[in-house]
């Protein structure tokens, strides 16, 4: 399955920005996840959607981020309010548990936060 990721953007603080990922290949069955590599750090994973829809986040982004999918069209999102400067980073999704080198990466979508 390939992954491409779109929507990213130059925001201001404080501003919103919804991601979409659109995946070659079925979904469904699978926990999804979006993931972030900021400049010069590891890539980091952000969110997890379940089959069901229901996601958990890690705690620089809770409350502030609301992941999504529609298993139908093969896709999820990111919706991403109340951004801050240190969520600047190129943004992927995957499969939860997806490897650095050993799995296909899509592209990715840049995302800077400006102060």
């Known amino acids: 399955v390939q992954f491409v990721e779109f929507g990213g953007g130059l925001m201001q603080a404080g501003r919103s920005l919804r991601l979409s990922c659109e995946a070659s290949g079925s979904i469904s069955l699978k926990t999804m996840a979006w993931y972030r590599e900021a400049p010069g750090k590891d890539r980091e994973l952000v969110a997890t959607?379940?089959?069901?829809?229901?996601?958990d986040y890690v705690d620089s982004v809770k409350g502030r981020f609301s992941a999504s999918r529609d298993n139908a069209k093969n896709m999820v999102f990111l919706q991403m309010n109340n951004l801050k400067p240190e969520d600047t980073a190129v943004y992927y999704c995957n499969f939860q548990g997806a490897r650095l080198y050993f799995d296909s990466w899509g592209p990715g979508t840049q995302v800077t936060v400006s102060s």
């Open positions: 959607i379940a089959r069901d829809g229901r996601a």
